[in-house]
């Protein structure tokens, strides 16, 4: 795990609440709205979100033994907002990356200090709203 269990309680409590608002606006952030798979409670999560070609990729600060990150994948996916949109995304992969390739620069040099190399990636369901009329 990248980040130790008590910073992620400190983020729980004070930090998320802070960025909550913020994180749905913010580039290279978001809010992940996602289920509890045990609980069936309705949870959002800030968390650092980057645009793919084909969906968005998280940076797992914490590990893949996240609890948002286990809901992600028990459901199969996964709404999340950012820059002030919302967008549904499907079939999450894990997976590591020691350089941290689908990152940004910038990013790649914070997270190689902190020691993150997990990685989630998952697919972004086309709007209907949005697609082209035949």
């Known amino acids: 795990m990248a980040m130790g269990r008590r910073m992620a309680t400190v983020n729980r409590y004070v ?13 290279g952030f978001g809010v992940v709205h996602h289920v509890g798979r045990r609980s069936g409670r309705h949870y959002r ?10 969906g968005y990729v ?3 600060t914490y590990g893949s033994s996240a609890e948002w990150v286990k ?17 549904r995304l499907t079939t999450p ?6 350089r941290r390739s689908a990152m940004p620069a910038h990013v790649r040099v914070v997270l190689g200090l902190v020691g993150v190399s997990e990685f989630l990636e998952l697919t972004r369901v086309p709007d209907p709203e949005r697609s082209p009329v035949a």
């Open 45 to 54: 999560t800030p968390v650092n979100a980057f645009r793919t070609p084909g």
């Open 93 to 98: 992969r894990l997976y590591r990356d020691e």
């Open 71 to 87: 809901n992600v994948l028990a459901a199969g996916g996964c709404e999340l907002v950012t820059r002030g949109r919302r967008v």
């Open 15 to 27: 930090t998320n609440r802070v960025l909550g608002g913020p994180a749905n606006r913010l580039p």
């Open 58 to 60: 998280f940076a797992l």
